[in-house]
């Protein structure tokens, strides 16, 4: 039988946390800083916990793999 693959682009972008968490970094932070508040650039700053409610066809797409 055919294995599910990890999802390359999922792979990249979350990561799993050890009580099976979703973090991935937050969007709107690679250019046109210079328009943002400073208070909307710091808030940007870090990565961020995922809702639940994506974080199911996450793990399916990342099939266990969690670096």
Do not use: C, D
Request: hydrophobic share 30%; no cysteine.
């Amino acid at each position: 039988m055919p294995k599910q693959k990890t999802h390359k682009g999922t792979k990249k972008r979350f990561r799993l946390t050890a009580t099976g968490k979703i973090k991935h970094r937050q969007a709107g932070t690679s250019h046109l800083a210079t328009a943002m508040s400073n208070k909307r650039s710091r808030n940007l700053r870090g990565t961020r916990v995922l809702s639940e409610t994506m974080a199911k066809q996450i793990r399916v797409a990342l099939n266990g793999y969690s670096s």
